[in-house]
């Protein structure tokens, strides 16, 4: 007789609670954090606001995660939305039968090909892992994360040959292997001891990815200033990338707070310095060894709220302020948007080149607005409602 594997025996008995409808059970939502205290790990001095997961990657499918329902606690719930083809209208295409409560990770495959990770919330101590093929039509289970997700909009990875990367909320970076297990790759503190990380005096991992050939990347905080945290794996040892920054910024202490897959290439997004001094940048990789570097951005007294990728490594920043940034690719200037559309939660999405969405999201109401042709305002374009059954799960 087949035996269930012990994680989907687990899986089964989380979501036997998590009765699915698109909210939690309500409850007081503090006394339930509390029972998962490790859910949200609190900003460090050298990484003071860390980007929300609330994120947008591009390809021949565009896809969109968003926190609605309530602005916070059992109600709230983390919802995918998919754009498929140019000219269609973005769908709710959330993956079913899991609560939601605490984020959901996204990592393109390319293609029509996407998989997500759930974060640990309220009961769920652990990350659930789902697969679609077909834009979210169908979605089919893997091995979870028993560890739980980081909370970082970067901490899940997929190789398009069908290799995983995972952060977890304590640091540790695992590739999956066979028979649904995960292997850890390396801990903040195994890291920080190697050679590659005292170059630059490792003190945190913020995100991991692969490189367009499949390499590992690990992203974090360095304290040496002027070099970027940026790890490929090979050899069975981590090296540090060779990434030269502006002699400008050759004094400020480096920041990944970005670090994926965008079409065919590796995008980070840096940030440089601190509070009115502070800077970002992209740099893009096709190899994990050559990296080019975008102008400068002076961020002055704005915070990046949210990053999103597009095709041909097109970059998104939503700003405090109502501001957004764009960088059409490799080596671009930043352009700015008009002001954006208001909503409790507001991302940008780049479906394709020369085409920007702004995705607002307010209770159970996301929408839609396009970019006019001439940069001066916005065109609403869909409004979504989403069935959110509150006191439920999602």
């Known amino acids: 007789m087949n035996r269930m594997p012990v994680w989907a025996i687990a899986l089964v008995a989380v979501l036997a609670v998590f009765t699915c409808g698109c909210a939690a059970r309500s409850g007081p939502s503090a006394a339930l954090a509390n029972r998962n205290p490790a859910i949200h790990r609190p900003a460090s001095a050298s990484d003071p606001w860390p980007p929300s ?6 390809g021949r499918t565009s896809w969109a995660t968003v926190p609605m329902g309530a602005a916070s606690g059992p109600n709230r719930f983390w919802q995918l939305f998919a754009l498929s083809s140019i000219g269609a209208r973005w769908s709710l295409v959330t993956p079913p039968d899991i609560a939601t409560n605490g984020a959901i990770i996204l990592a393109g495959q390319g293609g029509h090909s996407l998989v997500t990770g759930i974060r640990p919330s ?3 101590t652990y990350s659930p892992v789902s697969s679609t093929h077909d834009g979210g039509t169908k979605w089919t289970t893997s091995p979870p994360v028993l560890a739980g997700l980081a909370d970082r909009p970067d901490a899940l990875a997929a190789a398009p040959d069908g290799r995983l990367l995972a952060l977890d909320q304590d640091g540790a970076a695992h590739l999956s ?21 005292r170059i630059c005096a490792l003190t945190s991992l913020t995100a991991i990815a692969f490189s367009p050939a499949g390499t590992p990347l690990l992203g974090g905080n360095c304290a040496r200033a002027g070099t970027p945290g940026i790890f490929s794996y ?17 004094d400020e202490r480096v920041t990944v707070i970005r670090l994926t897959r965008a079409d065919t290439y590796s995008v980070a997004l840096l940030r440089a310095g601190s509070g009115t001094a502070a ?3 992209a740099a893009w990789t096709r190899d994990g060894r050559k990296w080019q570097l975008s102008a400068p951005f002076e961020l002055h007294d704005a915070t990046v709220l949210s990053v999103s990728f597009g095709r041909r490594g097109a970059v998104a920043a939503t700003l405090s ?3 957004g940034e764009i960088l059409l690719g490799p080596g671009g200037t930043w352009q700015p948007l008009p002001v954006l559309p208001p909503g409790s939660t507001v991302i940008l ?12 999201a307010s209770g159970s109401t996301l929408t839609v607005w396009r970019e006019r042709s001439t940069p001066t305002a916005w065109t609403k374009t869909q409004v979504i409602r989403v069935p959110i059954q509150y006191g439920s799960s999602s």
Request: charged content about 10%.
């Open 321 to 323: 302020g109502r501001r």
């Open 279 to 281: 800077t970002m940048l």
């Open 177 to 197: 292997g066979r028979n649904g297990s995960w292997d850890r790759l390396a801990t903040e503190q195994s890291l920080a001891a190697s050679p590659a990380a």
């Open 53 to 58: 997961l609330a994120t947008s990657l591009g």
């Open 122 to 124: 309220l009961y769920l």
């Open 234 to 250: 090979g050899r069975n040892s981590w090296h540090l990338t060779k990434l030269a920054l502006p002699t400008s910024l050759a």
């Open 349 to 360: 999405a780049l479906p394709a080149p020369g085409i920007t969405n702004a995705l607002a």
